[in-house]
């Protein structure tokens, strides 16, 4: 079982992403939880989802208090203790930032995937929603999904040019993320 928690703000589909990425999963035959947790809710806001995926089915959908994967959708958050709070040794995290060198550190993080998907979102959306680039980005880190579940799950959420732009987010998410092991 992979835990994941994604921490972001509100409107940048950081719950979106959990639940894309479970769908996908979902579509290869695995099984995957999707979970928030909201504070305020309110566009801005801290937000923090939990993804748990697996081989077997997941029945426990609590907070995940030991992450292997975090993923950071707002960059603002990437120094944040709260973020790197219980990564497991040889843990892995997923950036959202404009600034690809390496510039966070924490003990227990061995692999490190930074991605500027906002900019990618921008150019192919419209918007600075960065969650469809963040699940091809986090399916190339992680290993654990091929990309054509992660856009064949976008049909649940998405329609007509819409799905079409999503699809290319996720492709250039899944080819554009610059990987770093520590």
Do not use: W
């Not at 079982?1 to 972001?8: L, N, P």
């Not at 609590?62 to 709070?85: C, G, M, N």
């Not at 419209?126 to 799950?153: H, Q, R, W, Y």
């Amino acid at each position: 079982m992979s835990d994941v928690r994604f921490h972001g703000r509100g409107g940048q589909g950081v719950v979106t992403t959990s639940k894309i990425l479970a769908n996908a999963f979902a579509r290869t035959g695995q099984f995957g939880a999707s979970f928030p947790m909201f504070g305020f809710e309110r566009r801005g806001a801290p937000v923090t989802a939990f993804g748990r995926f697996s081989d077997k089915p997941v029945r426990e959908k609590k907070q995940i208090y030991t992450p292997e994967i975090l993923v950071v959708l707002d960059p603002s958050q990437r120094k944040s203790e709260a973020v790197f709070q219980g990564l497991v040794p040889g843990g892995m995290l997923l950036l959202n930032d404009s600034d690809n060198t390496i510039n966070v550190s924490h003990e227990n993080l061995k692999k490190l995937g930074i991605i500027d998907a906002n900019k990618i979102a921008l150019e192919e959306i419209g918007l600075p929603i960065p969650n469809t680039v963040i699940v091809g980005a986090f399916a190339k880190m992680s290993g654990l999904l091929e990309i054509a579940p992660c856009c064949d799950a976008l049909q649940d959420y998405f329609s007509g040019k819409k799905l079409s732009a999503n699809i290319v987010c996720v492709k250039r998410g899944f080819e554009e993320v610059e990987l770093f092991d520590l």
